[in-house]
């Protein structure tokens, strides 16, 4: 039988990233394509893979980042440590949200425009996610961590 805190603990992480996945592809959505008729349709396909791949990469990328500033930068401050990794973070994990973005909403028809409207996803969503990544990685993060121990 599984642990009912263990299942509260998942949950608390499929609803973080759910709403974090939900609100960047959601603004990638809009920059390409408006509020059109499919825009719901696009949105939902962008999401679904963005959280599919997303949930274990985030975490992946949580981790090196976090081995790779405190290694690189052993001397900082731990709330700039945590604010590295956040801009970290936002420089990955948005590049691959609009690679999901991009493909739910277009396809792969050729690189040339799917590389235009990677590019418009990928820097509409950035300024979001550097404020959001660090907010998230100092505020939240110790937060989330304190309550999964």
Do not use: H
Not at 44 to 65: D, K, Q, R, T, Y
Request: net charge positive.
């Amino acid at each position: 039988m599984i642990n009912k805190q263990l299942l509260k603990k998942i949950f608390v992480m499929i609803g973080m990233m759910t709403l974090i996945g939900g609100t960047f592809t959601a603004i990638m959505t809009y920059v390409n394509i408006g509020f059109t008729d499919d825009f719901f349709t696009k949105w939902s396909e962008s999401l679904f893979f963005a959280v599919i791949f997303m949930m274990p990469l985030g975490g992946v990328f949580m981790f090196l980042s976090n081995k790779f500033i405190k290694f690189i930068f052993p001397n900082l401050r731990y709330i700039l440590q945590n604010i590295l990794v956040g801009i970290c973070m936002a420089l990955c994990m948005e590049s691959i949200m609009a690679i999901s973005t991009t493909v739910s909403i277009i396809g792969y028809p050729n690189f040339d425009l799917f590389s235009s409207f990677w590019l418009k996803s990928y820097l509409a969503a950035l300024p979001f996610a550097l404020v959001f990544s660090p907010i998230m990685t100092i505020v939240i993060k110790p937060r989330i961590e304190n309550f999964l121990a």
